[in-house]
């Protein structure tokens, strides 16, 4: 969590008011705009947004490095 | 004019379709049991003699007396009595009730309004944390402990015997919710102080929920009683239901062994079959160490109410814990305390009946349901 900056000057998603999946649909379309290594900001406030950015990240092999609802960092590893 | 497409029911987990046996039984027992058992006339004691008959049923599948079984009028009531009677009966000793971070909803309901709760963590497959489980069974103030046989939405089995060795080191009596498993798997006989189940799980009345509660143990009823069923369920019992409900678990017991080993299978079968044929797919559970019928998937965005329609104008009925699909806000706590993937869930539980050709049959119509959908969202 100590990675995370603010504000986020990178690639920010804002996905307040969607209902998941479409937060997690955003940040599939949209995180090969980064280089990898690189950070993407995804604000998103549906309950389901936590648990389901963080198993996306898992099957994607990418990385959750904030967590702090309704803001998520996650970092491109592929 | 084409025929409309026949329904093949995957969704027991919300009830086993009644067995035939139990429905019989249940007509049976209208004509000829319908009185108050509690009456000295002919129907009365017909009454009695089946309540005692579905009482022997249920006491020899638990391991208990029965004089120790009760009847009740759903798993949530079960599930309520259990909590608030032990927190009752135990309030000298503290009000904290310790459970898993997945047992049943109406299990978490009653430990929060019991006073204080500790959800114990569980891993990516669902078993608990046995260390964990330990220092919260073990904290001093603790009323009661409840832990699952099976899950109910993804099938893993918890390591229930450890988790009792524990409490009983600990002296804290432990709750087994066997609803997903009774009639299904061989259960332990002993290590637990009160034991729920629910007849709509193994096919017989949803009306009847089952309670059980060993002798020694401090439970006191959590609301007034009268002289029914000892006094620890009030109302003059719906006997031809409970008959109909333990007609349904003898013949689990009898016959279901079989059922159980080609469920099994048929679940393998799945699993293996929609990794395999669907890109970016969670299956969830202990694939090994689980109850024969359950199994749960989420596939990655797509929506769990959309996939759930689909399914069903393609002829399967499927439950999901996907929110908004299970009339809540919320997704499901079991998938979410597990780390798996809350949106795009199935749940799928086996009925009795369920064949080969239907679980190969939704193997085919499941991919391309998933791809339309996935196109129509923008994720392809």
């Given at each position: 969590?100590?990675?995370?900056?603010?504000?986020?000057?990178?690639?920010?998603?804002?996905?307040?008011?969607?209902?998941?999946?479409?937060?997690?649909?955003?940040?599939?379309?949209?995180?090969?705009?980064?280089?990898?290594?690189?950070?993407?900001?995804?604000?998103?406030?549906?309950?389901?947004?936590?648990?389901?950015?963080?198993?996306?990240?898992?099957?994607?092999?990418?990385?959750?490095?904030?967590?702090?609802?309704?803001?998520?960092?996650?970092?491109?590893?592929? | 004019?084409?025929?409309?497409?026949?329904?093949?029911?995957?969704?027991?987990?919300?009830g086993?379709?009644m067995l035939?046996?139990a429905r019989?039984a249940w007509?049976?027992?209208?004509?000829?049991?319908?009185?108050?058992?509690?009456?000295?006339?002919?129907?009365?004691?017909?009454?009695?003699?089946?309540?005692?008959?579905?009482?022997?049923?249920?006491?020899?599948?638990?391991?208990?007396?029965?004089?120790?079984?009760?009847f009740?009028a759903s798993?949530?009531?079960?599930?309520?009595?259990?909590?608030?009677?032990?927190?009752?009966?135990?309030?000298?000793?503290?009000?904290?009730?310790?459970?898993?971070?997945?047992?049943?909803?109406?299990?978490?309901?009653?430990?929060?309004?019991?006073?204080?709760?500790?959800?114990?963590?569980?891993?990516?497959?669902?078993?608990?944390?046995?260390?964990?489980?330990?220092?919260?069974?073990?904290?001093?103030?603790?009323?009661?402990?409840?832990?699952?046989?099976?899950?109910?939405?993804?099938?893993?089995?918890?390591?229930?015997?450890?988790?009792?060795?524990?409490?009983?080191?600990?002296?804290?009596?432990?709750?087994?919710?066997?609803?997903?498993?009774?009639?299904?798997?061989?259960?332990?006989?002993?290590?637990?102080?009160?034991?729920?189940?629910w007849a709509g799980?193994?096919g017989g009345p949803a009306s009847v929920g089952?309670?059980?509660?060993?002798?020694?143990?401090?439970?006191?009823?959590?609301?007034?009683?009268?002289?029914?069923?000892?006094?620890?369920?009030?109302?003059?019992?719906d006997?031809p239901a409970i008959y109909a409900a333990a007609v349904a678990?003898?013949?689990?017991?009898?016959?279901?062994?079989?059922?159980?080993?080609?469920?099994?299978?048929?679940?393998?079968?799945?699993?293996?079959?929609?990794?395999?044929?669907?890109?970016?797919?969670?299956?969830?559970?202990?694939?090994?160490?689980?109850?024969?019928?359950?199994?749960?998937?989420?596939?990655?965005?797509?929506?769990?109410?959309?996939?759930?329609?689909?399914?069903?104008?393609?002829?399967?009925?499927?439950?999901?814990?996907?929110?908004?699909?299970?009339?809540?806000?919320?997704?499901?706590?079991?998938?979410?305390?597990?780390?798996?993937?809350?949106?795009?869930?199935?749940?799928?539980?086996?009925?009795?009946?369920?064949?080969?050709?239907?679980?190969?049959?939704?193997?085919?119509?499941?991919?391309?349901?998933?791809?339309?959908?996935?196109?129509?969202?923008?994720?392809?």
């Open positions: 969590m100590n990675e995370a900056v603010s504000p986020f000057k990178g690639l920010s998603l804002d996905c307040r008011g969607m209902k998941c999946p479409r937060p997690i649909i955003e940040i599939a379309r949209h995180i090969a705009e980064v280089r990898i290594g690189a950070a993407v900001e995804l604000l998103a406030d549906d309950p389901a947004a936590g648990p389901d950015l963080a198993a996306w990240c898992r099957m994607r092999g990418q990385t959750l490095i904030g967590a702090d609802p309704p803001r998520f960092l996650v970092r491109r590893e592929s | 004019m084409t025929d409309p497409v026949p329904e093949v029911f995957l969704d027991s987990s919300s086993e379709p035939s046996a019989q007509l049976v027992a209208q004509e000829a049991g319908w009185g108050d058992p509690a009456r000295l006339h002919r129907s009365g004691r017909l009454a009695a003699q089946a309540l005692d008959q579905a009482r022997e049923v249920v006491a020899a599948a638990v391991g208990a007396r029965p004089d120790e079984v009760i009740t798993a949530a009531h079960s599930q309520h009595a259990a909590v608030a009677g032990l927190a009752l009966g135990r309030r000298r000793i503290g009000s904290r009730i310790v459970t898993t971070a997945i047992d049943h909803s109406s299990i978490l309901a009653a430990a929060a309004a019991a006073g204080s709760h500790t959800a114990v963590e569980v891993d990516h497959e669902g078993h608990v944390d046995l260390g964990r489980w330990s220092a919260a069974v073990g904290t001093s103030g603790t009323a009661a402990a409840c832990i699952q046989v099976a899950n109910h939405e993804v099938g893993t089995l918890q390591p229930y015997a450890e988790a009792s060795e524990i409490c009983l080191h600990a002296e804290v009596p432990l709750i087994l919710d066997a609803t997903s498993a009774l009639g299904r798997i061989e259960l332990a006989k002993s290590g637990w102080s009160v034991l729920t189940a799980a193994f089952i309670l059980v509660i060993k002798k020694s143990t401090r439970w006191r009823a959590p609301y007034p009683v009268d002289d029914y069923q000892s006094g620890r369920w009030p109302g003059a019992p006997v678990l003898d013949y689990w017991l009898q016959y279901g062994r079989a059922v159980g080993e080609r469920q099994h299978d048929l679940i393998d079968q799945l699993r293996a079959g929609i990794l395999e044929r669907v890109p970016d797919v969670d299956v969830t559970g202990d694939p090994v160490r689980r109850v024969p019928h359950l199994l749960t998937f989420s596939v990655l965005y797509v929506d769990g109410e959309t996939l759930t329609l689909e399914l069903d104008k393609a002829g399967f009925a499927v439950a999901s814990g996907s929110a908004c699909s299970a009339s809540s806000e919320h997704p499901s706590h079991v998938l979410a305390a597990m780390g798996a993937l809350t949106h795009g869930n199935v749940r799928i539980g086996l009925t009795w009946t369920t064949t080969a050709t239907e679980i190969d049959r939704f193997l085919d119509v499941l991919p391309p349901i998933v791809t339309e959908i996935r196109t129509t969202v923008g994720a392809s």
